[in-house]
């Protein structure tokens, strides 16, 4: 079993609630072109993207942003921290992103402390929370554990 790895700088959640570290001197952009099949990507289709902006590929520009944009349309989660605060970038914030988020926070919460600030962004807008408070509930009505979606840890992109 894979263990959550509450001291990394960011995360990619799947659609189906595998939660995979972005190491340190790794970006989320990486992560996708060492698997693009697990994000819905070919070599070629993220190829095409960064020529068709005049980038390199992995350069953190306008093709990155594309792909980001298109993977997390598909439910994927982005999650990075940002000085003392951890931002959650996401197309909307549906019960089971609630689910997933809630599931970081109780994990995270003891590591970091109550009041770390957690930013949550999505086309809709932002809000911002303390981790205590998503731990609590803040979100929306905590489910039990058996109902709940939990995050399951994974150690590579190729086990998306």
């Known amino acids: 079993m894979n263990n959550f790895d509450p001291n990394a700088p960011a995360w990619w ?9 972005v190491e340190q001197g790794s970006t989320h952009i990486q992560k996708v072109i060492d698997n693009p099949n697990a994000f819905g ?3 070629e289709q993220i190829e095409d993207i960064y020529h068709s902006y005049g980038e390199a590929v992995g350069t953190e520009k306008k093709a990155r942003e594309e792909i980001i944009r298109d993977i997390l349309s598909k439910g994927w989660i982005r999650i990075r921290k940002n000085g003392f605060c951890y931002s959650f970038q996401l197309n909307a914030l549906s019960e089971i992103a609630k ?3 809630f599931d970081w ?5 003891d590591w970091v402390g109550p009041l770390v600030q957690v930013n949550i962004n999505t086309k809709m807008g932002d809000e911002g929370y303390s981790i ?3 731990a609590g509930g803040a979100l929306g009505k905590e489910a039990s554990e058996q109902e709940r979606n939990t995050l ?3 150690s590579s992109v190729f086990d998306f």
Do not use: E
Not at 13 to 21: A, R, V
């Open 132 to 134: 205590s408070d998503i």
């Open 105 to 109: 926070a109780t994990r995270m919460v």
């Open 152 to 154: 399951v840890p994974i």
């Open 41 to 43: 990507y070919t070599t």
């Open 13 to 21: 959640i799947s659609p189906q609630g595998k939660i995979l570290t």
């Open 99 to 101: 689910n997933y988020i």
